[in-house]
């Protein structure tokens, strides 16, 4: 059918263009996803929705079209922890995989997806990889276990999910795959996505979504992007709960007394170097990925609770 009409909609600039409902944008952005439109209508799509900026609305309804067509982890009966990774390392080493072993030590399931995005980054994938962590097979896998890490890459969630995502090499410009991904549920089974923000109109946009979609998730701006707080200052963090918004850390204020022990490199391999001294003892957890982690935990068990007391809820009888 094409996505012309769409693009009539959403393409008329940032004071003419009118958003989509939840049903459009699911059918137009599963045309995408699907392959059965042209390039020509994918780069329109892109840069007509890079200028106008998505809605709570329109980016419910692409993870509509997204959540139908992935190639979903089994339900494992737990929590999934989801970490979205996609900025990887610019000036700070990507301390994504640090943050999923430490949960994963503490008995939590976490699943990590992502691909490159930017040339000449480190990534999640190349850190796992320099710790003997290889990617997963969506395909062959089984459900992940308790205390178990591990890291899949977009194209196997859904190979049309990371060629949108290959369009920002094409035109230089993110477009709405970028924010999606940072907020799906690539899990059969019960998730906490983990999502991050960079600028605060996308803290706003997130925490919407969230609301919108009932989500169960915890926001909070992440280090260069990716879902891992600041190891030199301890970002406020924000947990959704069947998309009800709750503070749960507050933003660290004031000079720093003091800077963590980073590695002076952001390559792979000095990454895996200092994670694994950290999970060694031979350096400390920096505060801020300590109160994270505790975070996460506790939003686990709450969310495993709350599954539970609804599954073994006794329904009331109506009197004769």
């Known amino acids: 059918m094409g996505i012309s009409h769409y693009i009539k909609v959403i393409g008329r600039g940032k004071d003419g263009a009118?958003?989509?409902?939840?049903?459009?944008?699911?059918?137009?952005?599963?045309?995408?996803?699907?392959?059965?439109?042209?390039?020509?209508?994918?780069?329109?799509?892109?840069?007509?929705?890079?200028?106008?900026?998505?809605?709570?609305?329109?980016?419910?309804?692409?993870?509509?079209?997204?959540?139908?067509?992935?190639?979903?982890?089994?339900?494992?009966?737990?929590?999934?922890?989801?970490?979205?990774?996609?900025?990887?390392?610019?000036?700070?080493?990507?301390?994504t995989p640090l943050l999923a072993l430490l949960l994963a030590r503490q008995g939590a399931a976490v699943l990590v997806h992502g691909c490159a995005t930017e040339d000449r980054r480190a990534t999640s994938e190349a850190v796992f990889a320099a710790l003997g962590i290889h990617a997963t097979n969506t395909h062959t896998t089984r459900a992940l276990t308790a205390g178990q890490p591990a890291f899949v890459p977009t194209e196997q969630l859904h190979p049309?999910?990371?060629?949108?995502?290959?369009?920002?090499?094409?035109?230089?410009?993110?477009?709405?795959?970028?924010s999606l991904v940072k907020l799906m549920n690539p899990c059969a089974g019960r998730a906490l996505v983990v999502g991050s923000y960079t600028h605060p109109e996308y803290a706003v946009s997130m925490a919407n979504t969230f609301a919108l979609t009932g989500a169960h998730a915890l926001l909070l701006r992440g280090t260069e992007g990716e879902p891992v707080a600041d190891a030199r200052r301890t970002p406020q963090m924000e947990a959704f709960r069947h998309g009800q918004r709750h503070l749960l850390q507050a933003a660290q204020d004031g000079p720093l007394a003091s800077l963590p022990d980073l590695p002076r490199e952001v390559d792979a391999a000095s990454t895996a170097a200092y994670i694994r001294s950290v999970l060694d003892g031979q350096r400390p957890v920096p505060v801020p990925i300590a109160l994270q982690v505790e975070h996460i935990l506790q939003e686990v068990r709450c969310q495993s609770t709350t599954q539970t007391a609804e599954t073994t809820a006794t329904p009331e009888v109506s009197p004769p």
């Open 160 to 178: 049309g999910l990371k060629r949108l995502l290959d369009v920002r090499r094409a035109v230089g410009l993110r477009n709405p795959a970028h």
């Open 18 to 95: 009118r958003p989509l409902t939840r049903e459009q944008a699911a059918d137009l952005f599963g045309q995408l996803l699907d392959g059965s439109v042209t390039d020509l209508e994918v780069g329109g799509f892109c840069l007509a929705m890079r200028i106008k900026g998505e809605t709570a609305e329109e980016m419910a309804g692409f993870l509509d079209a997204t959540h139908q067509r992935l190639h979903r982890l089994p339900d494992n009966g737990l929590t999934t922890v989801v970490l979205p990774s996609y900025n990887g390392a610019r000036k700070l080493p990507v301390l």
